[in-house]
T-cell receptor, first 107, second 116 residues
Framework: GQNIDQPTEMTATEGAIVQINCTYQ??????LFWYQQHAGEAPTFLSY??LDGLEEKGRFSSFLSRSKGYSYLLLKELQMKDSASYLC????????WGAGTKLIIKP | NAGVMQNPRHLVRRRGQEARLRCSPM?????VYWYRQLPEEGLKFMVY????????ESGMPKERFSAEFPKEGPSILRIQQVVRGDSAAYFC??????????????FGPGTRLLVL
């Protein structure tokens, strides 16, 4: 079956680093996406990984291991505005979405 | 370049009425996706359309729900005889999908449907 797993909720401190993990089991794989969704707003695209390794974009980095069915999103120098849900989605012809990880940032 | 547009942003309906949600994809995008999201829950795929074609409707409820993407005009998600359980945020996303692989989907602001 198709399955995407990510933690329901995480808490971190402003200025710190947090890693949000995503594991997946899908019949096919055409890439993995990370989206950010603030409460009451639409998801916005953060990153796309299709090859193994780390992709860095400013304070955000995303890692993929296809052999392990595993990805993580790394957020550095956390700011209060990073409080949001982070959605992992795997492309298998269609996008299969995880339930999202709610990240709470504390001062 | 305008993003994905959805209207209305908020829609209130009484039980039994019809709800029509509209989505205009980004310029140059020919693929539209509809999602439903309940409060504090993840996105649930409903339907994937290209112009004049429904590609995948595996996430659509079998009754009362329909979607179209005509040659001209926006994509429409139609919910007939709404019930309270239909209250949710409905997001539309679009992608260019010029290749066989998945392209990044860009989301509209959503329509919040409230059924009284």
């Amino acid at each position: 079956g198709q399955n995407i797993d990510q933690p329901t909720e995480m808490t971190a401190t402003e200025g710190a680093i947090v890693q949000i993990n995503c594991t997946y089991q899908t019949s096919g794989f055409n890439g993995l996406f990370w989206y950010q969704q603030h409460a009451g707003e639409a998801p916005t695209f953060l990153s796309y990984n299709v090859l193994d390794g780390l992709e860095e974009k400013g304070r955000f980095s995303s890692f993929l291991s296809r052999s392990k069915g595993y990805s993580y999103l790394l957020l550095k120098e956390l700011q209060m505005k990073d409080s949001a849900s982070y959605l992992c989605a795997v492309s298998d012809y269609q996008l299969i979405w995880g339930a999202g990880t709610k990240l709470i940032i504390k001062p | 370049n305008a993003g994905v547009m959805q209207n209305p942003r908020h829609l209130v309906r009484r039980r039994g009425q019809e709800a029509r949600l509209r989505c205009s994809p980004m310029k140059g995008h020919s693929h539209v996706y509809w999602y439903r999201q309940l409060p504090e829950e993840g996105l649930k795929f409903m339907v994937y359309l290209q112009k004049e074609n429904i590609i995948d409707e595996s996430g659509m409820p079998k009754e009362r729900f329909s979607a179209e993407f005509p040659k001209e005009g926006p994509s429409i998600l139609r919910i007939q005889q709404v019930v309270r359980g239909d209250s949710a945020a409905y997001f539309c996303a679009s992608s260019p999908r010029t290749s066989g692989n998945q392209e990044t989907q860009y989301f509209g602001p959503g329509t919040r449907l409230l059924v009284l």
